[in-house]
């Protein structure tokens, strides 16, 4: 299971912190949703998902001033005996000093936000759920081309990295060389990025290690991009025979998603960038519902109706 550190989401979502007696350094966040406390604080705790970070927004401040002190009390010190991440209070709302007391008490650490509660939780949902989805590492790269994320793949030495180089002296984008990082973000979206001690950079084989950002400059590289075609490079076998239409998608699948993939044999002469290019625009084609080989497909059955009608 992975997690995510608390600190990192404070960080991240700019929080005030309104027990900064608690220590937070060991506290780690394993699930991806929210919860609003508001059953809670009537009384009813089954089905209390008290591993989440809780929200407390307007509707449940408006019910909490309602409540008699003493029972408020009892429910808040309740509701934080439960091992909770945090407690995020929205809308700026003040966090009285009772309520403060009880968190020290209990270890529970209480922050505050001026954003709306709506807008908190799709924020802090979506930023969870790209750190805590589930990831593989696989050998790689991984190029942003005309915005569609292009995921090469290939034995050891058979080109990757230059086909990737050229693409850069294209105008194109570098995201990973050698290993790509894939985060599983939603059962459509597969999303790719780079380990921390290689990013930005390209081993070049004869050369070295190259710098893409300090040689290409910041226009040339991005930080994560989603896998939507997978290239996969392999050496030219006369003896197979390789799809030269195209009418049925071919499919690679990782962390459980399919992603639409090419097998491309590699000559001598050939030009891998263009090749890399030529698959993403036809790609982008395709999902605006333009389908080249279908048409051609389309215009030769025409062609063979018309000629059994004349015959």
Known sequence: MYTVELEKIVEKMQL????PEIDVSHI?????DVN???LQLTGFFDYFDSERVQIIGNVEYAYMQKMEKDHGIGIMRKLMSFKMPCIV???GIEVSEEIRQ????????IFRTNKTTSSFMSEVIRWLKVELAPRIS?????VDVYGEGILITGESGIGKSEAALELLKRGHRLVTDDVVEIKKVSDDTLIGTAPDITRHLIELRGIGIVDVKTLFGVQSVKNTQSIDLVINLEEWNKDRE???LGLEEQYTEFLGNKVVCHNIPIRPGRNLAIICESAAVNHRQKKMGYNAAQELYRRVTNNLMKNSEEA
């Open 16 to 19: 005030e912190n309104c027990t």
């Open 28 to 32: 780690k966040v394993s699930q991806p």
């Open 36 to 38: 609003r406390p508001a």
């Open 89 to 91: 209070f929205c809308r």
């Open 102 to 109: 009880i968190a020290v008490e209990m270890g529970v650490p």
């Open 138 to 142: 696989i050998h790689g790269v991984l």
């Open 242 to 244: 390789y799809d030269r």
